[in-house]
């Protein structure tokens, strides 16, 4: 009976991948040059949006909530600085349409 089920795995792992794949891409595009700081998280030093693998890592990271709250603060701290730029209005909007999805 499980090769019944493979058909249906394949199609959702392929859907899976190129929804976490766009995101990744849309991600390194809007937020690549902002979203990290080694200073302020070195421990978190792989999970950004610098380039694609590291958006990849960073999406299964939040797809799997196993780092939800280092992204909230990211983005909540780029609001709130008084250099924020036009690209820190995206950080939310971006992550609960990822997480809704």
Known sequence: ????ALPEFSSMTIMIALFIGGFGFLGVQLFGKTMFNPDT????KFENF???PAALLS???LLSSENYGMFVYSSDVCARSSTATRQCSFYSVYFVVFLSL
Not at 1 to 4: A, D, E, R, T
Not at 41 to 44: A, K, M, S, Y
């Open 1 to 4: 009976y499980i090769y019944w």
């Open 41 to 44: 998280n070195p421990e978190f």
């Open 50 to 52: 610098h380039d694609f």
């Open 59 to 61: 999406l299964f990271v």
